[in-house]
């Protein structure tokens, strides 16, 4: 299945995702406020402005349908949050939930703290902050969309997760590549799951277990 109209993406947030009333109001507001904010930041790309619901709103949500069933309790890490995606959207879908919202870039947590206030969600945190200079802790999911090569996320990264946490990280077409490619000094059970929103696209999604000592020898997980 692929989404490929606006009305198929609010269609399956109703009814295969079970979004009420109230995340839908709050959803249609992020959408309402990012177009006018991207005349003054680019947020996304202009052109998928016609496609918010489908190229940015269903492609966040959908890490909430790919997890099958997986998806543990406890406070969510969305790194590299930009434009809200998948953080805001998370958070409207799942409002007792903490999320921490993470941008290195003054203005785009600026941008997340209105977007957050006008959804009248309470479950968020911004942080203007490097993921290298976040303090220590762990969370139950780790989501990072367009953020950084998997190689590169992990090694900033794993500091924050547990092997019960759950990582849930679209990645385009080079999913798979960048699964590949990930050194096999990390011990994980990740695969790829396709995108809802795009048949060329992955979401890798799994646990990492932890680094493997260079001396040791097996196959790879």
Avoid: C
Avoid at 21 to 29: H, P, S, V
Avoid at 123 to 136: G, W
Avoid at 194 to 219: C, F, N
């Amino acid at each position: 299945m692929t989404i490929r109209t606006e009305a198929e993406a609010q269609a399956w947030l109703r009814d295969e995702l079970g979004a009420d009333d109230l995340a839908m109001k709050r959803l249609t507001r992020l959408a309402t406020m990012l177009v006018d904010e991207n005349e003054r930041q680019n947020l996304v790309a202009r052109g998928t402005l016609s496609q918010i619901w489908q190229r940015h709103i269903v492609d966040s949500a959908q890490l909430l349908s790919v997890s099958r069933g997986t998806l543990p309790a406890g406070p969510w890490l969305d790194l590299g949050t930009g434009a809200g995606f998948p953080g805001l959207v998370i958070a409207a879908l799942q409002p007792d939930r903490p999320i921490a919202l993470i941008d290195s870039r003054r203005l785009r947590t600026e941008w997340l703290e209105r977007a957050g206030q006008a959804m009248e969600l309470s479950n968020i945190r911004v942080e203007l902050a490097r993921v290298e200079d976040l303090p220590t802790a762990t969370y139950a999911v780790i989501s990072a969309r367009a953020f950084a090569p998997l190689d590169k996320l992990i090694a900033l990264s794993a500091r924050f997760s547990t092997p019960d946490t759950l990582w849930l990280l679209p990645k385009g077409a080079k999913a798979q590549h960048e699964l590949k490619m990930l050194p096999e000094t990390w011990s994980h059970m990740f695969h790829v799951e396709q995108s809802l929103t795009d048949a060329d696209a992955g979401v890798i999604v799994g646990r990492l277990l932890g680094q493997v000592a260079r001396s040791e020898k097996g196959p790879r997980r």
